[in-house]
């Protein structure tokens, strides 16, 4: 019982004490008011506020919790639409057909914490949540797959979706079995980047906060993502910003309504892979505008993919290899499409089609799809993109390379036998090498081995120019179905090490050339070690060729300048099998490089031949559609980075830095006088200057002397055999009686100082002060001369051209022309003398030429150059 007195002023309130009133006061009342009556009251009021608050926010709000406000428990929607007197937007409220994110069958949804806060935007018409539905509050539990009665208990979650292989994609997972804790190994922290700009797209659909979150919703499904929320923005005047968060990370997306453009990117932290997501996001955001005739255009995307964060470093993973350098990360290509992708038993397989705008235009590939009778339409071969094919990730080759790689691959190997009949090809799935190797019409038989079936038919299939054997004169439209090939998908080590291993029980036939179109020995991979390595299947490839046969191999790209000595590089393979090639018995090497085959670098390749003699048609020029005589001659020169890397080599090899212009000595420092050697001598070269041991002579002035090709000299030999006393005679004295014998290409050419060195005499036993090379050979003094010269001593200690020899090869214009150097130091006013041992390199003639000129130096005979004038004087004096 409650009591309450009121003495007029309201002052004083007391509890169970009985007033008397005066009449001269005020009048005392009071009012008993029960417990249960209060308690009643204060809950009326309470509850009569709630309805009144919650009456207002329905009507005031659309959706049926603020979703800022509350943690998402259950599927919340929270649209704002304000009123904007100065642009003209309606205070009506609308109720928004927005999708809410979709969880994929199988999975579960995962625990997290939502915290978001909005700000007032004027620039925002609308600001639209969803978030994906929690219904579920209990501990997550995975059968065991060994046991099912058994469980792995997940006490701390945070989930990705499943591979195919089934293994989660970026979760970070405790797992307890058996009461043991077990710790998953944690996910990388690094994740995939898909970049993507789309122009001329629909504007009613770019301004449709419904229907672009409808496509947003429908990407992430179909790439079996998971979406946890999304947030959108409808812009004003026009334009929509939305973002979603993934439990994999995000999406997001911005539109541009009235220029019909959209960008979007999509990240996730899996290594599931991004690019198959295109096609989906083409589909659903590529939407065309209405409308008909040429006037409306496709819709064009350009996009990127790009890996992100810190991985694992040194793995050789597919998207970090060449396509995904080349072709995924860039963002400035007009086209890039993805033709296949497949895996095969062996390697996987990507093909894509590229325009890039420096090196294609766009608008004509347009143009050549279409029937307006203008040229790209008429020549549309001539506006194709080109296709490119990678291997493992790695770049094989591409439609505007492929003649550059494949012709400089097949062809100076087989210009290089006198008469090809029989080749093999390792490895050359795409068709492009036997191709090339069937335009020889002295060929009758090819064998390719190539170990991936699916290849070829992949190739085949898509790169069908790769193997179109329709224009070589007799052949068939597929270069497999020649009546010449025979194909064999084998392991080509196993094919060669079983059929040439023993080089005394061959089980077939020896091939003329062989070509290696395998794996580059510098990939970080072991099976470049057994292939590149293995020294039973490199004496079987020596073993399969026939007495005079030559072997191709691809090596990869070229060296910079600044690499150290490929025993010590990514290129030790390659320093491997040079050697090892030395070893078996090749007699020479040649190493050129094509820098038009679209790669990265130059590329190079390795031709290995059985018998010197070929190097002389290595030398010769011919043509096809890339190779031809300009192309050759740079083939015949290596490049300056691989002579830089040859001779980083430890200990140096001897031959480099043999040609020094900056001590070498000019013809202008020597005069002609009367020979001191002896009587009949005839003229005689003197210095005008003191000489250093070791100083080359006549360096810079060596090029312009006077070179005897073999066909030349062949050729007047021929004549002269059938007409001694034609014109040519007296050419072919001047190449023998001045000239020297070389066969550093081969066969038997000839070189003539074009210099007053011409006149330099030789000394007799050893009196020489000049030598070809004598950096290479002895330096003391112990040379071979016409006294102690023996054809066995001359062998041993001849200096030649090394079996592989960049240096040499590089510096054969001065090789060729015989350079000098002082043997000892020379004084002004002594005469120069020669040392013409070393001037024939025919071992048939050698025992002759020695014992003439030790004839000669003995008084018994007079020289070829003072005959031949004998005779020429005697001729001049009859005449008169």
Not at 230 to 240: A, D, E, R, T
């Amino acid at each position: 019982m409650v009591l309450l007195r009121n003495n007029g002023h309201g002052t004083s309130c007391e509890v169970g004490r009985h007033i008397a009133a005066a009449e001269d006061e005020p009048r005392m009342y009071m009012v008993y008011v029960s417990m249960r009556f209060l308690y009643l009251s204060l809950s009326a009021s309470i509850l009569l506020a709630f309805i009144i608050g919650r009456s207002a926010r329905t009507i005031l709000l659309e959706g049926p919790r603020n979703a800022l406000l509350a943690p998402h428990d259950e599927s919340v929607m929270f649209v704002r639409s304000d009123y904007h007197g100065d642009v003209g937007i309606s205070s009506s409220q609308k109720k928004r057909n927005l999708p809410t994110p979709k969880l994929l069958e199988g999975k579960e949804i995962p625990r997290t914490l939502y915290t978001g806060r909005n700000f007032d935007t004027g620039a925002s018409a609308t600001v639209s949540s969803l978030h994906l539905e929690h219904k579920i509050d209990r501990d997550i539990s995975v059968p065991n797959s060994q046991d099912e009665e058994n469980r792995i208990s997940v006490t701390s979650v945070d989930l990705c979706p499943v591979s195919e292989k089934g293994d989660n994609q970026c979760s970070r997972i405790k797992v307890t079995d058996g009461g043991d804790e077990k710790e998953e190994p944690l996910h990388l922290p690094a994740g995939q980047h898909l970049l993507v700009d789309i122009k001329n797209v629909d504007g009613e659909f770019l301004n449709s906060e419904e229907r672009l979150a409808l496509a947003m919703v429908e990407v992430i499904t179909e790439s079996k993502l998971t979406l946890l929320s999304y947030h959108c923005h409808s812009l004003v005047p026009m334009g929509v910003s939305c973002v979603g968060v993934l439990l994999e990370s995000h999406i997001s997306f911005h539109t541009w309504p009235e220029e019909g453009v959209i960008t979007l990117d999509l990240y996730t932290c899996g290594s599931a892979p991004l690019v198959p997501v295109m096609p989906i996001i083409t589909r659903l955001f590529a939407v065309p505008r209405e409308g008909a005739g040429d006037s409306v255009e496709e819709p064009r995307l350009v996009w990127s993919h790009k890996l992100r964060g810190w991985g694992r470093t040194g793995d050789k993973k597919f998207l970090g290899a060449d396509v995904g350098r080349e072709v995924l990360e860039k963002m400035n290509y007009d086209m890039k499409e993805e033709v296949l992708s497949t895996t095969t038993k062996f390697q996987r397989i990507d093909i894509y089609d590229i325009i890039h705008p420096t090196m294609r235009d766009y608008l004509s590939y347009e143009k050549s799809l279409s029937n307006d009778g203008s040229y790209p339409s008429i020549h549309p071969e001539l506006y194709r993109p080109d296709r490119v094919v990678y291997l493992d990730g790695i770049h094989q080759s591409s439609r505007y390379g492929l003649e550059a790689y494949h012709e400089a691959l097949v062809h100076p190997a087989m210009f290089a036998h006198p008469e090809p009949r029989t080749a093999a090809i390792i490895g050359g799935g795409e068709g492009a090498t036997i191709r090339e190797v069937l335009k020889h019409d002295t060929i009758q038989k090819v064998k390719m081995i190539e170990i991936d079936e699916e290849m070829v038919q992949v190739s085949r299939d898509y790169l069908p120019e790769w193997s179109n054997c329709s224009d070589i004169k007799g052949s068939a439209g597929w270069c497999g179905d020649d009546a010449r090939a025979e194909l064999y998908y084998e392991d080509a080590l196993a094919w060669f090490i079983t059929r040439y291993g023993n080089k005394e029980k061959l089980v077939e036939e020896t091939f003329d050339v062989i070509i290696m179109d395998a794996l580059d020995p510098q990939d970080n991979v072991p099976f470049a070690e057994v292939l590149y390595k293995n020294d039973s299947f490199l004496n079987a490839l020596y073993n399969s060729l026939s007495k005079n046969g030559v072997m191709v191999l691809q090596l990869g790209m070229a060296p910079s300048r600044l690499d150290p000595s490929e025993e010590l590089s990514r290129n030790k393979n390659r320093d491997y099998l040079t050697n090892s090639l030395i070893e078996i018995g090749f007699n020479s090497l040649n190493i050129y490089h094509e820098p038009h085959c679209l790669f990265e670098k130059p590329w190079t390749y390795l031709v290995a031949m059985k018998d010197s003699t070929n190097r002389q048609l290595w030398y010769q020029n011919l043509f096809l559609k890339y190779f031809d005589s300009t192309i050759m001659k740079s083939y015949e020169v290596p490049n300056k980075v691989y002579e830089t890397v040859y001779c980083r080599k430890d200990p140096q090899p001897a031959s480099c830095n043999s040609f020094d212009e900056d001590i070498s000595l000019s013809v202008y420092d020597f005069e002609v006088q009367l020979s001191s050697v002896g009587e009949g001598s005839g003229r005689g070269l003197f210095t005008k200057v003191n000489i250093a041991e070791g100083t080359p002579i006549g360096l810079t002035e060596s090029t312009e002397n006077v070179f005897f090709p073999y066909s030349t000299v062949d050729h007047m030999e021929l004549v002269l055999r059938t007409h001694y006393s034609a014109d040519v005679k007296c050419v072919y004295d001047y190449m023998n009686g001045y000239g020297w014998e070389m066969k550093l290409r081969g066969l038997d050419e000839y070189g003539v100082d074009a210099s007053i060195l011409t006149f330099a005499n030789h000394g007799c036993n050893g009196t020489h002060n000049i030598d070809q090379w004598p950096i290479l050979g002895d330096t003391k003094g112990n040379f071979i001369t016409e006294e102690n010269f023996s054809m066995e001593r001359f062998k041993v200690e001849r200096v030649d051209r090394g079996v592989y020899d960049p240096y040499v090869d590089r510096h054969l214009p001065h090789i060729i022309n015989e350079i000098e150097y002082a043997t000892r130091d020379i004084v002004a006013g002594e005469e120069i003398l020669c040392n013409y041992v070393d001037y024939t390199s025919n071992d048939e003639e050698l025992d002759a030429d020695v014992a003439l000129l030790r004839a000669v130096c003995n008084g018994e005979k007079i020289g070829e150059i003072t005959a031949l004038e004998e005779v020429a004087e005697k001729d001049k004096r009859m005449k008169v």
